[in-house]
Structures are given as structure tokens and as C-alpha cells.
């Protein structure tokens, strides 16, 4: 049984601050700040170069790596870390598309993060004009799945409304159909119980400051299925994804398995914040992350309403069709979002109109969603937010 009164207690929260936005950037783990300062005074400031060896820097992407991949039901040496999502979904849809050389479509949905479908735009213009990506409504991919798709490029948890697809039912299309998946896991990593070797997912990628906590810009993750390990050619072959770094070769052999996708010079110090955060996940169980943050959720939407009919509810209200986020749209819901964080409760905003609201129950409980409600009532019955100061938009919402 996973005991979250002790995983609160692992994390730094400002005082004051009830905080609903470990969807987008999770909290500072206690002993990130610890870790850091020993690789920095220990490892690179004794060892300086030495440490890619002594301590152990060069084989970080993968140990890193199997402590995610037990997260999203991976096998061990599956999952690499390095560089951010936006680049992995390049190296996962060019190597998945070399692998159905006939085939010409990308299919994803418009409920799939910006990033992922620019990525796929940029990456489909350089292979040519006969490559096409069709993006069609969440509802209809079951059923736009056929035999010119090469690649479904899906995105488990959709960024704004917490609507979540059924990984495996649509894996499974795909494969009858001849296509591979591509799971986009940002907004499932740690939130949810994924398990991707039952789904027999071909590649998947995700980000790691989300719910995994690992700090602002912290690496990004790729897997690759081990029928699919040897065969994945990476397109951005770079040196440290070679079979031999410091051979120095001219010509690139691709590294065995999962390695390949390593592409340049590991963050080690952003690594070193992750490796720490991970420790979080020592005995806790992912299957009691998911009740929790269920009940929390559904608590949430329960109190919400009972507030009166302001917001509408934009996250589907069945359990098994949502992520660990509520979503709740108003016109004004830009301004609503920066009156709850001048009061403390942090969530944020997703243009038009959606206030989003991630619950965790690393460090999120009854209470304070409870607190967090009381203080959304006040703010609308008053009309706090109708004030000039909570109307200026800020670069980042
Ligand atoms: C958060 C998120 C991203 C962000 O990509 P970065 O390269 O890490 O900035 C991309 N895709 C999805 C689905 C996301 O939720």
C-alpha cells in the first residue's frame, strides 16, 4: 500500500501554496537539492572529466532510463533519456515511418499537444511531398485507422480536457491494419497505471518535469518495443547513439538496442535532479497514484458543481475516459486562474478558455482540495478576478 502521507513529505511546497499544477511542472523533490550539490562538489568539481567514467556519467541515459521504463510497464533497456519530447517524437515517427516504406500517412488527432504535430509537419516536408499528416477528431482515430496509415502518432492524455484514449484498443487496430503506434506518454508518466508491453506499443515518448517531477526542462524518454530495438534506424544519428563513441568512426553503426536513440552529451546534471526524483517511486504503486488521484478528481468536479453552473466541466466524467487532470471552462477563465494563484492555488490556463487543475496524490489530498474549492467559490461569488492586474496575459499561461 503506498503511503502518501510520507511521499508529501518528500517534496518542497512554498508555504501557502496548495498546488494543482504537477501536470505541467511537478514539485521540487527534497533530495534533488542534495544530489545536485554532491555531483556538483563531489563529481564534477573533484573528478572533473574523470567522472564519465568514475562516476558513472556515460551509462546514466540508460540506468535512468529502466527506472521509467518500471514506471510504464517497459522492459528493462528499453527506455533511454536525453534531449526534450518535441525531439524524441521526431526520432520515434522518422524511424517508425522507415519501417513502413510503402506507406505515406501519419495519423494523429486534434486533441494531440501542438509540439507533436509540428514535429511530425517539419519532419514529413523533408521526406517529401507525398507524405501526409491526417489529424482528425479524438473520436473518429478508431475508425480512420486503414491500410495507407504508416504510423498512428497519439497522444495518451490530451493536454487540455484530460480525455484519455484506449491504448490498447487502438494499438491493436493499428497493428491489423499494418501500422505502427507511437504513444505519446506526457500526461501519463506518473499519472497513470501504463503498461506498455501489454499494449504492445511500438515506440513511446514522454517528458519527465511533468508528473515525474524532475524539474524544469529535466530529459525526455523514448522506448522502443525489443522485437522493434534492432531495426528502429535512428535519423538523428548522432555520436552518442553509435555502436562505438570513441572509436571515432566516419561512417555511423547504430549502437544495439535502445542506446541508438541517444543523440549527443547527456544532461548530467539535469539527470541528477531525475534520478532523485525518482526515488519518490520507491514503494509506491501506480495502480494507488491512479485510485487516489481519481477520488481526489472526482471530489474536485463534485465541489465544483456544487458551486453553481459558472464553469463547465470540459474533462469527460467517466473515470476510465480521463487522465489525473480536471479541466473547467469559463470565458474568463484566464483571469479566474491568476486570482486563484494570487491566493495560492496554482493551476493554469489553456487558451480559449480552460483552467486546468492536475491532482496528484503525491502531495495533494482531501484537504486540499477542499481549501483549493473554498477559495474558487470566493473568487467567483466576489468577482475577484474581474480586476485589470489579473487580465494581463503572461508569456507563459
Ligand atoms: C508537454 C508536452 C510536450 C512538450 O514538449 P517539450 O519538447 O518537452 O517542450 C510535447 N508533447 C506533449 C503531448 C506534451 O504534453
Redesign the pocket.
Known amino acids: 500500500m503506498s503511503d502518501f502521507s510520507k511521499t508529501r513529505g518528500l517534496f518542497h511546497m512554498p508555504p501557502g501554496v496548495i498546488y494543482l499544477d504537477g501536470n505541467?511542472l511537478g514539485p521540487l523533490p527534497l533530495a534533488a537539492r542534495e544530489r545536485v550539490a554532491k555531483l556538483l562538489s563531489e563529481e564534477w568539481g573533484s573528478q572533473l572529466i574523470r567522472a564519465w567514467n568514475t562516476a558513472g556519467w556515460m551509462l546514466q541515459p540508460r540506468k535512468v532510463g529502466d527506472r521509467i521504463a518500471r514506471l510504464i510497464g517497459a522492459a528493462e533497456g528499453t527506455v533511454v533519456m536525453g534531449d526534450?519530447?518535441?525531439?524524441?517524437?521526431y526520432q520515434a515517427l522518422a524511424s517508425a515511418l522507415e519501417m513502413r516504406p510503402g506507406r505515406r500517412v501519419v495519423l494523429s488527432d486534434n486533441g494531440?499537444?501542438p509540439?507533436?504535430l509540428y514535429i511530425a509537419q517539419g519532419l514529413l516536408r523533408s521526406l517529401g511531398p507525398d507524405y501526409e499528416l491526417r489529424v482528425v477528431d479524438p473520436e473518429a482515430v478508431e475508425d480512420t485507422i486503414d491500410e495507407s496509415v504508416a504510423v498512428t502518432l497519439i497522444?495518451e492524455v490530451d493536454?487540455r480536457t484530460g480525455r484519455l484514449h484506449d491504448m490498447r484498443r487502438l494499438t491493436e487496430k493499428a497493428h491489423a491494419a499494418g501500422a505502427l503506434t507511437i504513444w505519446?506518454l506526457?500526461?501519463s508518466a506518473g499519472a497513470l497505471a501504463v503498461d506498455l508491453t501489454a499494449a504492445k506499443a511500438d515506440f513511446a515518448v514522454g517528458?519527465t518535469?511533468?508528473y515525474l517531477n524532475g524539474g524544469p526542462?529535466a530529459p525526455?524518454f523514448i522506448y522502443i518495443a525489443p522485437e522493434h530495438a534492432e531495426s528502429a534506424r535512428p535519423a538523428l544519428s548522432g555520436w552518442m547513439g553509435h555502436e562505438a563513441p570513441f572509436a571515432f568512426d566516419l561512417d555511423y553503426r547504430p549502437a544495439p538496442g535502445i542506446e541508438r536513440m541517444r543523440v549527443g552529451t547527456p544532461p548530467i546534471v539535469a539527470l541528477a535532479v531525475l534520478d532523485a526524483a525518482l526515488d519518490v517511486w520507491d514503494g509506491v504503486s501506480l495502480q494507488d497514484v491512479r485510485e487516489k488521484s481519481l477520488a481526489l478528481s472526482n471530489l474536485f468536479i463534485r465541489e465544483v458543481e456544487a458551486l453553481g453552473a459558472e464553469l463547465t466541466l470540459a474533462s469527460p466524467r467517466e473515470d476510465d475516459r480521463r487522465g489525473s487532470q480536471v479541466s473547467f471552462c469559463h470565458p474568463d477563465g484566464y483571469a479566474i486562474m491568476q486570482a486563484l494563484i494570487a491566493r495560492g492555488v496554482i493551476g493554469d490556463f489553456r487558451a480559449p478558455d480552460v483552467l486546468r487543475f492536475g491532482f496528484t496524490p503525491l502531495y495533494i489530498d482531501e484537504e486540499d482540495v477542499l481549501k483549493a474549492v473554498a477559495i474558487l467559490k470566493d473568487v467567483l461569488a466576489n468577482r475577484l478576478w474581474d480586476a485589470p492586474e489579473f487580465k494581463q496575459r503572461s508569456l507563459v499561461t
Open positions: 505541467s526534450t519530447l518535441s525531439i524524441k517524437v494531440n499537444f509540439s507533436d497522444t493536454y505519446d506526457a500526461h517528458c518535469y511533468k526542462g525526455a
